[in-house]
């Protein structure tokens, strides 16, 4: 079993930063897949960004590629996602999600855990 906790969002001006935090417990955190998601009301879930482990191969969905970055410190069992450059239309509560899913993937259904989600607002 693995638990994910969120943190770092809040309100951000368009231009600025904010950096996201996902602490996951469990011993699989090491050899978990991990990725961010977001959801704006109303719409999907749409993936983000991922990043996996072992090794630290990463994926992002290009509207966010240049602006983010995933990243992880397996000794902290965390998982980061620094936002820059942040747009209106980056506005949505951001999910982290883990896998033992061996390859990176973008599909919502190969994470198993998930957190509770953390808002992101980027006024204009």
């Known amino acids: 079993q693995v638990q994910l906790v969120e943190s770092g969002g809040g309100l951000v001006q368009a231009g600025g930063s904010l950096s996201l935090s996902c602490a996951a417990s469990?011993?699989?955190?090491?050899?978990?897949?991990m990725g961010w998601f977001r959801q704006v009301p109303g719409k999907e879930r749409e993936f983000v960004a991922a990043m996996q482990s072992p090794g630290s191969s990463t994926d992002y969905v290009d509207s966010v590629k240049g602006r983010f970055t995933i990243s992880r410190d397996n000794a902290k069992n965390t998982v980061y996602l620094q936002m820059n450059s942040l747009k209106p239309e980056d506005t949505a509560v951001y999910y982290c999600?883990?896998?033992?899913?061996?390859?990176?993937?973008?599909?919502?259904?190969?994470?198993?855990?998930w957190g509770q989600g953390t808002r992101v607002t980027v006024s204009s």
């Open positions: 999600a883990a896998t033992l899913w061996p390859v990176l993937s973008r599909r919502q259904d190969r994470f198993t855990y």
């Open positions: 469990g011993r699989t955190f090491s050899s978990s897949t």
